[in-house]
Structures are given as structure tokens and as C-alpha cells.
């Protein structure tokens, strides 16, 4: 079993800055998939962002340029910096990791874009 756990959402006024962050644990293989996920009300759930075990990026592009996504492999650890934030990107922000034929997703962290 693998155990994601997020943390760093909360309230920011438009065009602040937050950083999110996912640990891992349990049993992760050398090659592996993290990404971030969003759902806001009403909506879907969506793809972010994702990388790859050897750093391959994958952006949805309303994020592109103002969201960065790295990730520490030795501390198995996915971070997201999320800069000039607009309302629109108030959601629940998932982290997600894929590895073989099983996905993992942490419980979710909040992001209020509001003045």
C-alpha cells in the first residue's frame, strides 16, 4: 500500500502564492507517476499537473507559467508552486501517485482564491 499526504492549501487573495506539498510512504517502486489534481464544486475532477520518475512534465494549460510542479525522489516527496493564483483555481487539490496498474490519491487540500 502507498499513503500520500498532503499539505499547504488554505486562503489567498488573487495573485498570492501558495506551495503545495505531498509525502509518500508504504511500498513505491523505482518508477512511478506523481501528479496534482483539482476538483472544484460542481466540476470534475482534472489533471493539473504531472511528472514523471525521470522529470517529464505534463501541464494543463490554464496553469502553464504561473504553477511548477518538482519532486525530491530521494525524500519521495511532490511539491507544487502555485503562483499569481486567480479565483478560478479555488478547488480541492488531490495529489496522486501511479505506479503499474494502481493509483493513490491523498485525502485533499483545500485552496481558496478570494479577496
Known amino acids: 500500500q502507498v499513503q500520500l499526504v498532503e499539505s499547504g492549501g488554505g486562503l489567498v487573495q488573487p495573485g498570492g502564492s501558495l506551495r503545495l506539498s505531498c509525502a509518500a510512504s508504504?511500498?513505491?517502486?523505482?518508477?512511478?507517476?506523481m501528479g496534482w489534481y483539482r476538483q472544484a464544486p460542481g466540476n470534475q475532477r482534472e489533471l493539473v499537473v504531472d511528472?514523471?520518475?525521470?522529470?517529464?512534465?505534463n501541464y494543463q494549460d490554464s496553469v502553464a507559467g504561473r504553477f511548477t510542479i518538482s519532486r525530491d525522489n530521494a525524500k519521495k516527496t511532490m511539491y507544487l508552486q502555485m503562483n499569481s493564483l486567480k479565483p478560478d483555481d479555488t478547488a480541492v487539490y488531490y495529489c496522486?501517485?501511479?505506479?503499474?496498474?494502481?493509483?493513490?490519491w491523498g485525502q485533499g487540500t483545500q485552496v481558496t482564491v478570494s479577496s
Open positions: 496522486n501517485l501511479h505506479q503499474g496498474i494502481n493509483d493513490y
Open positions: 508504504g511500498n513505491i517502486f523505482s518508477m512511478y507517476r
Open positions: 511528472i514523471t520518475s525521470n522529470g517529464r512534465t
